[in-house]
T-cell receptor, first 113, second 114 residues
């Protein structure tokens, strides 16, 4: 079946540190991959996405590359800010409006000033 | 702007009462909506897939008589938590997908049953 395995948190970093949150997936077919961010008490917001192998999604300084050979979609940011503190979810779905989204367990990120 | 509007954002109810949560599609007509539940510091658990004009499809372990889903129009899906108990307290989120793969989420509803 389809699944997402995500690096467990919490992750605590100092401001301006480099961030990596690992994500690997198992899927039949050709999934689209996503990173969602959830700020305290809020719903989910799409952070970035990639729909095919070797695509790189990027937004707000965050990047992730769809690696089919390693079935990975690791999230990176060169210099984190306090405002990046949130929970990050890696997710996948197949190409269909009726296909459900499968989420990883989420990684809580805290950035120290 | 928001694509999906979920209401209410917070609700406190007494044990034994029912609570209705609405999820509206603002920008397009959604034939399929998804309802998730999130426990504190945990991931999202898919509860059911709501199909316009037909019965919802529930995930294994989710009580369909407890969590009533209605998707009577292309722009509105509702989740009713019936005879709520404290263990039903949670964060509920709805979602819809466009024609492709991107999903849009509501703001979430924090339900507290006292």
């Amino acid at each position: 079946g389809n699944s997402v395995t995500q690096m467990e948190g919490p992750v605590t970093l100092s401001e301006e540190a480099f961030l990596t949150i690992n994500c690997t997936y198992t899927a039949t077919g050709y999934p689209s991959l996503f990173w969602y961010v959830q700020y305290p008490g809020e719903g989910l917001q799409l952070l970035l996405k990639a729909t095919k192998a070797d695509d790189k999604g990027s937004n707000k300084g965050f990047e992730a590359t769809y690696r089919k050979e390693t079935t990975s979609f690791h999230l990176e940011k060169g210099s984190v800010q306090v405002s990046d503190s949130a929970v990050y979810f890696c997710a996948l779905t197949l190409y269909s409006s009726a296909s459900k989204i499968i989420f990883g367990s989420g990684t809580r990120l805290s950035i120290r000033p | 702007g928001a694509v999906v509007s979920q209401h209410p954002s917070r609700v406190i109810c007494k044990s034994g009462t029912s609570v209705k949560i609405e999820c509206r599609s603002l920008d397009f007509q959604a034939t399929t909506m998804f309802w998730y539940r999130q426990f504190p510091k945990q991931s999202l658990m898919l509860m059911a897939t709501s199909n316009e004009g037909s019965k919802a499809t529930y995930e294994q372990g989710v009580e369909k008589d407890k969590f009533l889903i209605n998707h009577a129009s292309l722009t509105l899906s509702t989740l009713t938590v019936t005879s709520a108990h404290p263990e039903d307290s949670s964060f509920y989120i709805c979602s819809e997908k466009g024609a492709g793969t991107e999903a849009f989420f509501g703001q979430g509803t924090r339900l507290t049953v006292v």
